[in-house]
């Protein structure tokens, strides 16, 4: 089936320690998205790749970088990680047109735990 | 700016009856697009129904069905005959169309309990 795979599911860092979350995909699409959700919070957009542009959410601070080798594959680097980096990150795509065909399609999240 | 609201932090329902989940939003935009997800305890999101604002129907799949009021700016979730797998945590989103992708805008959630 056509999918959207994270890996980890769970990942334990330590307090500055740089972490590296993967989010693959075979649904083809052109567009892959970030979201980190705190606990009991909605989600919220970090940054997107449309094909290889990347677009950075105004607010999303320094220290989220991302990766998008390819069409398949896209990595959430944290460089220094904080206590309060502690979240859920979603990763989703979509196709780039509008109406119903613009659902996202989400990954089942990597739960991040900073010690 | 375009925001979500949704009043119900949480919602209890018996199993097998009705629930109706709030949402309204905000937008100067004409075309817009709303949408429900579900998350279960697992974490991932599960796409439930969609709404276009430009859609005369109020969509429907399933045992789910959007009461969209545009006039009112509200696109509440009603859920029938609930199940006891239906316990999760239900957003209300809203695309907001960029250059590039277009991204969700969510609102708070609601935690629905469906008891036995």
């Known amino acids: 089936d056509a999918m959207v795979i994270q890996n980890p599911r769970y990942q334990v860092t330590q307090f500055g320690k740089p972490v590296t979350l993967s989010c693959s995909q075979t649904?083809?699409?052109?567009?892959m998205y970030w979201y980190q959700q705190k606990s009991s919070q909605a989600p919220k957009l970090l940054f997107h790749?449309?094909?290889?542009?990347?677009?950075n959410e105004a607010d999303t601070p320094d220290n989220f970088q991302s990766r998008r080798p390819n069409t398949s594959f896209c990595f959430l680097d944290i460089r220094s990680p904080g206590l309060g980096d502690a979240a859920m990150y979603l990763c989703?795509?979509?196709?780039?047109?509008?109406?119903?065909?613009?659902?996202?399609?989400f990954g089942p999240g990597t739960r991040l735990t900073v010690l | 700016a375009q925001k979500i609201t949704q009043t119900q932090p949480g919602m209890f329902v018996q199993e097998k009856e009705a629930v109706t989940l709030d949402c309204t939003y905000d937008?100067?935009?004409?075309?817009?697009?709303l949408f429900w997800y579900k998350q279960p305890s697992s974490g991932e999101m599960i796409f439930l129904i969609y709404?276009?604002?430009?859609?005369?129907q109020n969509a429907t799949e399933g045992r789910y069905s959007l009461n969209f009021q545009k006039a009112r700016k509200s696109a509440n979730l009603v859920i029938s005959a609930s199940q006891l797998g239906d316990s999760a945590m239900y957003f209300c989103?809203?695309?907001?169309?960029?250059?590039?992708?277009?991204?969700?805008?969510f609102g708070a959630g609601t935690i629905l309990r469906v008891k036995s």
């Open positions: 989703a795509t979509s196709r780039p047109t509008s109406g119903r065909n613009n659902e996202q399609f």
């Open positions: 649904l083809n699409h052109n567009v």
């Open positions: 790749y449309y094909d290889k542009d990347f677009n």
């Open positions: 937008t100067s935009d004409q075309s817009y697009g």
């Open positions: 709404q276009g604002s430009y859609d005369e």
């Open positions: 989103a809203m695309r907001v169309y960029m250059e590039y992708g277009n991204k969700l805008v």
